[in-house]
């Protein structure tokens, strides 16, 4: 049974620093590409970054380019992402994935959607 598991959430104040964790048990680490997805309240859930099955290529969308980061322990079956100088438009569940259907490599960098697993997510609320 696959399970992705995040931590590291809370409360953070505006322009500081948070690094989220997702552990994965049940599946081959190593073998997948993975992502960092949120969802605020009343909006739809964005794709904000992605990461190959190496760690040798990543994507971040525009709105937290520059101030996050993702990486990956395959050791220790866990991905990371550090937030840093949070906006309270950050606020919003954040959930981790794994395996997608598609990664692709093209002029505009690499991308990856239509994720097979997913976590249940790790709230973090910014206040201003």
């Known amino acids: 049974q696959v399970q992705l598991v995040e931590s590291g959430g809370g409360s953070v104040q505006a322009g500081g620093s948070l690094r989220l964790s997702c552990t994965a048990s049940?599946?081959?680490?190593?073998?997948?590409?993975l992502a960092w997805f949120r969802q605020a309240p009343g909006k739809a859930r964005e794709g904000i970054s992605c990461?190959?099955?190496?760690?040798?290529?990543?994507y971040y969308a525009d709105s937290v380019k520059g101030r996050f980061t993702v990486s990956r322990d395959n050791a220790k079956n866990t991905l990371y992402l550090k937030m840093s100088s949070l906006k309270p438009e950050a606020t919003a569940m954040y959930f981790c994935?794994?395996?997608?259907?598609?990664?692709?490599?093209?002029?505009?960098?690499?991308?990856?959607?239509?994720?097979?697993?997913w976590g249940q997510g790790t709230q973090v609320p910014v206040s201003s």
């Open positions: 990461i190959s099955r190496t760690g040798g290529s990543t």
């Open positions: 994935a794994a395996g997608p259907k598609r990664e692709i490599w093209d002029s505009a960098g690499y991308s990856c959607d239509d994720f097979l697993y």
């Open positions: 049940g599946l081959i680490f190593g073998d997948l590409a």
